[in-house]
């Protein structure tokens, strides 16, 4: 049965704003050693219209750097763009400063992490009112699907490497412009709901620590958030630079850092994730408590797993029950096809249509509305139909205390 998030999942995509607006002081995570080099990778191609492209990047972890693969997010609101996080050397330690969305692209310490981000600013799309135009010459779209398109070749001046930090040795050189320093004191959007969650399941998954794959994770981008297991999936074609292990050893804790760097007054993701680690107090294993992403279709869904037969010692009994799970399981994975067929049909009417950047979400919200009531509908069918299954011969001969051993007691 897939999972249905709960209202402790619901509290983690909740933001926490530690700013002060006098000095643009923001509480940060620091480590001793910088992160691996950036991967390199395709771009899986995007999904629908009003999805924009967040890079990838290496965030940290009681296990050390994990990649947090790129992916194409559904904008919080038309207008808005995103700014990717990156690590900064702060005199004695790497710090990271979380990425938000804005009206307009901020400082991200120069890194180049390609497909539209070359160190500064954006050259993948723009914004015409409420709707986005995609630059097709550093984005991967499928002109079938979506039509706001346009094409300018990228002159990109910055030398191409794959340093995943600024500044510290070997390190970034690039300091903000005076309009990037003005847009981080812009309004700010927090980091999506499903951004969050997108995070915590590459924290969790041990295939994305450095120290698992090397500088090459098998998971450098998808196409959707928290879709790791999609078809779409894209694999890293190689890591960015040798991977030096010698500098990962160790698995340090983040240690909290306060900066006046102006284009750190961010917007933070929610408290738990990797890169929000707020203190030098070690946080429950990821694993043990990691809330797994919301599906957003229906074609997302995976089939139901079967619990095991029933074994009562009444064959007649097990093999109704048997046939009741059987109808169950087997109109549900109708529920499952049609709705996946009613919310492609959608898809393919906006397409037709040309639908804005609103509709468009309105949409996707609706969708994973669908998709979530529904499986919450069948796994109530599916706990009902468990409440009735027919108990273990062996549970319904275990004698039952009522006085045996005082025969002067009654029942």
């Not at 160790?250 to 993701?269: H, I, L, M």
């Not at 804005?356 to 949409?363: C, L, R, S, T, Y």
Request: a positive charge; one cysteine or more.
């Amino acid at each position: 049965m897939r999972f249905i998030p709960s209202i402790r999942a619901l509290l983690f995509a909740l933001v926490i704003m530690v700013m002060s607006a006098a000095s643009f002081a923001q509480i940060g995570i620091s480590v001793s050693f910088g992160p691996p080099a950036l991967p390199v990778y395709e771009q899986p191609p995007c999904p629908a219209e009003g999805y924009l492209w967040t890079p990838g990047y290496w965030a940290y972890s009681d296990d050390g750097y994990y990649w947090v693969p790129g992916t194409w997010v559904m904008a919080p609101e038309p207008g808005l763009l995103w700014t990717p996080p990156y690590w900064g050397w702060g005199g004695n330690r790497f710090v990271f400063y979380d990425g938000y969305w804005g009206q307009h692209v901020g400082f991200y310490g120069g890194i180049s992490y390609g497909y539209g981000y070359f160190g500064e600013g954006y050259e993948g799309g723009r914004w015409d009112h409420d709707r986005f135009f995609y630059n097709r010459s550093v984005n991967n779209v499928n002109v079938t699907n979506i039509h706001n398109v346009y094409n300018t070749t990228v002159i990109n001046n910055t030398t191409i490497n794959r340093v995943s930090y600024n500044g510290g040795e070997g390190g970034r050189e690039a300091r903000p412009t005076p309009q990037q320093e003005n847009a981080a004191r812009e309004r700010h959007v927090s980091p999506v709901v499903v951004q969050a969650q997108h995070i915590q399941a590459a924290r969790a998954n041990p295939e994305l620590r450095a120290s698992a794959n090397q500088g090459r994770p098998p998971i450098a981008a998808t196409p959707k958030p928290g879709a790791f297991n999609d078809r779409e999936v894209v694999r890293a074609k190689e890591a960015g630079a040798p991977y030096k292990a010698e500098a990962n050893r160790g698995g340090e804790q983040p240690k909290a850092v306060t900066s006046n760097r102006p284009e750190s007054n961010v917007p933070r993701p929610p408290t738990g994730q990797g890169e929000a680690a707020r203190s030098e107090t070690p946080a429950a294993r990821p694993e043990n408590n990691v809330p797994r992403p919301p599906p957003s279709h229906a074609k997302e869904l995976q089939p139901h797993p079967r619990p095991p037969a029933p074994d009562t010692g009444n064959a007649k009994v097990d093999q109704k029950y048997q046939q009741q799970q059987n109808k169950l399981y087997a109109r549900q994975d109708q529920d499952h096809q049609k709705l996946q067929q009613k919310q492609e049909q959608d898809h393919q009417r906006l397409a037709q249509r040309n639908a804005d950047v609103a509709k468009n979400q309105q949409i996707e919200q609706r969708h994973q509305q669908q998709t979530q009531q529904l499986e919450q509908k069948h796994e109530q069918q599916a706990q009902h139909l468990q409440a009735r299954q027919p108990q273990n011969l062996q549970a319904r001969q275990q004698p039952q205390n009522h006085g045996e051993n005082n025969p002067k007691q009654r029942p």
